[in-house]
């Protein structure tokens, strides 16, 4: 059975990287019954009438997955890129997997994109919420600026971690999400990847759960290395703004 690559146009390598093309304020989403039950009449012509599986190297399975991917990003846009980021590969969807993992019956192939694609929009909304919450105030202090960017850091690593479970390759996402958070400050993304990668670089891997202490340092090091300054701790009257990033 032939799966050409031309019914649909194909995804290119395009890889999202600003938050500025996920932003959630910035990238409107309009979502009801009929938008829903379009988007599945159009996963459904794509589902193959008979899957190839393990004999057959899941060849449909796979072109299925590539058609539908590329049905998401000509519908919705860039911000939509994440939606089969799965848990197995560090991303925070557990609705989706792979073709050989998630396609089967055209019906049950788009409830799954339906429910991933959902998944990503609300992960994304999650995020922008957390990244304004953590945010620094524009007119912070070196000091207070450091404080903040740490907390942050710790916070979003972890997650992160809690979010893809620690599985292969997770640290990328946090990773990402640190990257984002500081473009959404205003900061350069090139300056923001500088400073994530040079926190993190190399310290954490897959399929490992990092100690907390670990967490701590790359916050710590984040932070000292964008201000300057040491992140303060235990400072009695900072306690109520302690409580509240607790609780991001």
Same mark, same amino acid.
């Given at each position: 059975?032939?799966?050409?690559?031309?019914r649909?146009?194909?995804?290119?390598?395009?890889?999202?990287?600003?938050?500025?093309?996920?932003?959630?304020?910035?990238n409107?989403?309009?979502?009801?019954?009929?938008e829903?039950?379009h988007?599945?009449s159009?996963?459904?012509?794509?589902?193959p009438?008979?899957?190839s599986g393990?004999?057959?190297?899941w060849?449909?399975e796979h072109?299925?997955?590539?058609?539908?991917d590329?049905?998401i990003?000509?519908r !919705?846009?860039?911000w939509a890129?994440?939606?089969?980021?799965?848990?197995?590969?560090?991303?925070?969807?557990?609705?989706?997997?792979?073709?050989?993992?998630?396609?089967?019956?055209p019906?049950?192939t788009?409830?799954?994109?339906?429910?991933?694609l959902?998944?990503?929009?609300e992960?994304l909304?999650g995020? @922008?919420?957390r990244?304004?919450?953590?945010?620094?105030?524009?007119?912070?202090?070196?000091?207070?600026?450091s404080?903040?960017?740490?907390?942050?850091?710790v916070r979003?690593v972890? !997650?992160?971690l809690?979010r893809s479970g620690a599985?292969g390759?997770? !640290?990328?996402?946090?990773s990402?999400v640190?990257?984002?958070?500081?473009?959404?400050?205003?900061?350069?993304?090139a300056?923001a990847d500088?400073?994530v =990668?040079?926190?993190?670089?190399g310290?954490f891997k897959?399929?490992?759960?990092?100690?907390q202490?670990?967490?701590?340092a790359?916050?710590?090091?984040l932070?000292?290395?964008?201000?300057g300054?040491?992140p !303060?701790?235990?400072?009695?009257e900072? @306690?109520?703004? =302690?409580?509240?990033h607790?609780?991001?």
């Amino acid at each position: 059975m032939p799966f050409p690559e031309n019914r649909v146009p194909p995804v290119t390598s395009r890889f999202v990287r600003g938050w500025a093309e996920l932003d959630p304020a910035r990238n409107p989403f309009a979502w009801d019954e009929d938008e829903e039950a379009h988007l599945r009449s159009l996963v459904r012509e794509w589902v193959p009438p008979v899957l190839s599986g393990m004999a057959g190297w899941w060849q449909a399975e796979h072109w299925c997955a590539r058609q539908v991917d590329a049905i998401i990003w000509e519908r !919705y846009g860039d911000w939509a890129w994440g939606w089969n980021w799965c848990h197995r590969h560090g991303g925070p969807i557990g609705s989706w997997v792979t073709g050989p993992s998630s396609v089967t019956t055209p019906d049950e192939t788009a409830a799954r994109v339906v429910a991933a694609l959902l998944e990503w929009r609300e992960w994304l909304e999650g995020m @922008a919420e957390r990244f304004a919450e953590l945010s620094p105030p524009p007119d912070a202090s070196p000091e207070d600026r450091s404080w903040h960017l740490e907390r942050a850091c710790v916070r979003l690593v972890t !997650y992160a971690l809690d979010r893809s479970g620690a599985e292969g390759g997770w !640290y990328g996402q946090a990773s990402m999400v640190l990257g984002w958070f500081l473009t959404s400050t205003g900061m350069d993304r090139a300056e923001a990847d500088r400073a994530v =990668e040079s926190a993190i670089g190399g310290r954490f891997k897959s399929w490992i759960r990092p100690e907390q202490t670990l967490i701590d340092a790359v916050g710590d090091d984040l932070a000292v290395g964008l201000t300057g300054h040491a992140p !303060y701790r235990d400072h009695r009257e900072r @306690a109520a703004l =302690e409580e509240f990033h607790d609780r991001c």
